[in-house]
T-cell receptor
Framework: EAQVTQNPRYLITVTGKKLTVTCSQNMNHEYMSWYRQDPGLGLRQIYYSMNVEVTDKGDVPEGYKVSRKEKRNFPLILESPSPNQTSLYFC???????????FGQGTRLTVV | AQKITQTQPGMFVQEKEAVTLDCTYDTSDQSYGLFWYKQPSSGEMIFLIYQGSYDEQNATEGRYSLNFQKARKSANLVISASQLGDSAMYFCAMREGIYNFNKFYFGSGTKLNVKP
């Protein structure tokens, strides 16, 4: 089954403790992206990647890092999480044949 | 300036009636794509419909149609014959550049409640 898989689905952590949210897709898509969703703001793009080793900032990259060492994986790294990074995070991928992006199930992160 | 504006935070519609969700966009690109996604209470993002800026006909997918008015920069979603399962958050989105999918902009969403 074609899918984008994020882990974990839920995470509660403390301020300053480094964490990684993984994202993996099995569709051989070149494009992958991370978003955060906050009430009243919709989804905002954090980072995107056009291919392996090619990444670029979205609209809200501060406090986040990404890497794209393999085509299927695009982890999101929070080196020193803060409470304002409490949010619902989505990973998405897109292939060349369809215009839409496929989204993962989301990761609800709480930073206390 | 906001790239995507959805002015209806919440809407109610009676089951079996049609409903229009508003979306306006802002871009100076000639090539762009417009999307609608549905987010039920379970949280996943479900793609509904797509309209390319050069498409002359309004896009339709089953009960969903996109009322594309290029001069007005609007891309309203029309849901015909609403069902209880249509109750969800709906997001309008845009990417600029047909062949170079880079930045993708979402509106703030409209929460639709379908009443029995």
């Amino acid at each position: 089954e074609a899918q984008v898989t994020q882990n974990p689905r839920y995470l509660i952590t403390v301020t300053g403790k480094k964490l990684t949210v993984t994202c993996s897709q099995n569709m051989n898509h070149e494009y992958m992206s991370w978003y955060r969703q906050d009430p009243g703001l919709g989804l905002r793009q954090i980072y995107y990647s056009m291919n392996v080793e090619v990444t670029d900032k979205g609209d809200v990259p501060e406090g986040y890092k990404v890497s794209r060492k393999e085509k299927r994986n695009f982890p999101l790294i929070l080196e020193s999480p803060s409470p304002n990074q409490t949010s619902l995070y989505f990973c998405a991928s897109k292939g060349p044949r369809r215009p839409e992006a496929f989204f993962g199930q989301g990761t609800r992160l709480t930073v206390v | 300036a906001q790239k995507i504006t959805q002015t209806q935070p919440g809407m109610f519609v009676q089951e079996k009636e049609a409903v229009t969700l508003d979306c306006t966009y802002d871009t100076s690109d000639q090539s762009y794509g417009l999307f609608w996604y549905k987010q039920p209470s379970s949280g996943e993002m479900i793609f509904l419909i797509y309209q390319g800026s050069y498409d002359e006909q309004n896009a339709t997918e089953g009960r969903y149609s996109l009322n594309f008015q290029k001069a007005r920069k609007s891309a309203n979603l029309v849901i015909s014959a609403s069902q209880l399962g249509d109750s969800a958050m709906y997001f309008c989105a845009m990417r600029e550049g047909i062949y170079n999918f880079n930045k993708f902009y979402f509106g703030s969403g409209t929460k639709l409640n379908v009443k029995p």
